[in-house]
């Protein structure tokens, strides 16, 4: 998996929103440098996941309605790219041929999907409100390294 640019952009977005206030679309497309022919669809994933709300009319736009300490950057990619898995095979329903064929384990697979959960779970660790203010996120290993400096 990677950050896609619909993920970038989802991202930027909710940095703009992060003030609280509501915006119009092309503020946030003007202040965050996003084309408007994308930000509508990534605005209705949003909206549809709970993050944003939309205000349709003439005083219409855009508000942040979740705590950004409560989203994560898992959950911004999740809401945004169906494509999350780094191989094809990892894909719930996605038939691995080449286990068909040799009707065995495939060693590779077995490795990635490894990989994939540690991607995932390292996603789930970061707050939107620690990557957009840039707050350093509190590691269990950084932890243990301040007690023994202090011991």
Known sequence: ???TNEADYALRIMRALSDGEQHTVSDVCEQESIPKQFAYKIIRKLSDGG??????GVRGGIKLLANLKDVTLFDIVE?????????????PGNRCVWMETNCKFCQI???LMEIQTVLDEELKKESLYNLITDQPRKSKSASKKSKIKTE
């Open 109 to 111: 697979h077995g490795r």
């Open 1 to 3: 998996m990677i950050i």
């Open 51 to 56: 993050v944003i709300q939309v205000t349709r």
């Open 79 to 91: 809401m945004t790219d169906a494509e999350r898995y780094i191989i094809d095979c990892m894909r």
